[in-house]
């Protein structure tokens, strides 16, 4: 009878980490840890947008990442100014490590000045990737 309270147990909480975690995933939002962060044309390896530049860190064997890059070309195409730069996470190691990248994919919305103004873990939504663009413009 016990092993069944702890099985209910670890079951009930195993799901209410699993639905928390997914709520979170994704979610484009503000990381104190980025005030001030700039990041130019010379550290990312390509021209930052006139705008706005969204930076996505990616990994070979990433299926949110082929979303997610479909997702960021979609609006850079929509919105003027914009530019996506895809940057693969295993090959600069030291950006990643630089900038607490734990996970990918991960999307750095920057200013024209290249300033990090918001952050994603995981695939975003395209109305929040828009939302965060409002912001940075």
Known sequence: MTGLFVC??????ASVFGVLHRRRSGRVRVRGRDEGQRLGADRLGDELGERATLVQFSSAFCAPCR???RILG???GMVPGVRHVEIDAEARLDLVRELGILKTPT???LDADGRVVRRAAGQPRTA????ALGEAV
């Not at 209910?8 to 909480?13: D, F, S």
């Open 107 to 109: 999307v750095l919305v």
């Open 67 to 69: 979303a997610t890059r």
């Open 8 to 13: 209910a147990g670890v079951l009930a909480a």
């Open 74 to 76: 979609e609006v850079s």
């Open 128 to 131: 929040d990737v828009i939302a």
